[in-house]
T-cell receptor, first 117, second 111 residues
Framework: EPEVTQTPSHQVTQMGQEVILRCVPISNHLYFYWYRQILGQKVEFLVS????????KSEIFDDQFSVERPDGSNFTLKIRSTKLEDSAMYFCASTPQGVKKSTDTQYFGPGTRLTVL | TQLLEQSPQFLSIQEGENLTVYCNSS?????LQWYRQEPGEGPVLLVTVVTGGEVKKLKRLTFQFGDARKDSSLHITAAQPGDTGLYLCAGERTGANNLFFGTGTRLTVIP
């Protein structure tokens, strides 16, 4: 069964450093998402991406964040200058047609645990 | 902010007991999804409910969407240790392209 994959599984970085989290969505999916989950807290939406541009973003997704689909398979989340409070699990998800189709399923990757020291 | 409150936050029961988890909001959602999340993994979809009053069954799990589409419940019959995990509800707003997740219910089923 196709699945969303994410690398690395765990990233440790120093405060102020740039990090790039990578995701490979399911191959025939068109919409891509990033969510984060701070330890002990709920999953929070960051951004959705369709047709090579941001479709929606939350207030969390400020100028320090950016997303890119550099090729036909990868979908990346970049944090330019990490802060301590960026430490969290980051989940990538993809759907065939987008959440606007109510019956569409979001498939989540296993997550990348980001630790900012 | 579309807030989805789940209750209880933690639930510990004996194997064989029944339980209900609630997901409530003051906002209307076009659909509600229930996920289960294992430690260190991403959420895995259990079910999507779309119509107000809709009831869906998945083996021993029964999901209901409130008539006003503001709330949902998950009922587990004869819980088993394998049901242990974090259960998340997530709502989709009409016209939006993302999910709002609930606060989660951590279930522990004791053998």
């Amino acid at each position: 069964e196709p699945e969303v994959t994410q690398t690395p599984s765990h990233q440790v970085t120093q405060m102020g450093q740039e990090v790039i989290l990578r995701c490979v969505p399911i191959s025939n999916h068109l919409y891509f998402y990033w969510y984060r989950q701070i330890l002990g807290q709920k999953v929070e939406f960051l951004v959705s991406f369709y047709n090579n541009e941001i479709s929606e973003k939350s207030e969390i997704f400020d100028d320090q964040f950016s997303v890119e689909r550099p090729d036909g398979s990868n979908f990346t989340l970049k944090i330019r200058s990490t802060k301590l409070e960026d430490s969290a699990m980051y989940f990538c998800a993809s759907t065939p047609q987008g959440v606007k189709k109510s019956t569409d399923t979001q498939y989540f990757g296993p997550g990348t645990r980001l630790t900012v020291l | 902010t579309q807030l989805l409150e789940q209750s209880p936050q933690f639930l510990s029961i004996q194997e064989g007991e029944n339980l209900t988890v609630y997901c409530n909001s003051s906002s209307v959602f076009s659909s509600l999804q229930w996920y289960r999340q294992e430690p260190g993994e991403g959420p895995v979809l259990l079910v999507t409910v779309v119509t107000g009053g809709e009831v869906k069954k998945l083996k021993r799990l029964t999901f209901q969407f409130g008539d006003a589409r503001k709330d949902s419940s998950l009922h587990i019959t004869a819980a088993q240790p394998g049901d242990t995990g974090l259960y998340l509800c997530a709502g989709e707003r009409t016209g939006a392209n993302n999910l709002f997740f609930g606060t989660g219910t951590r279930l522990t089923v004791i053998p």
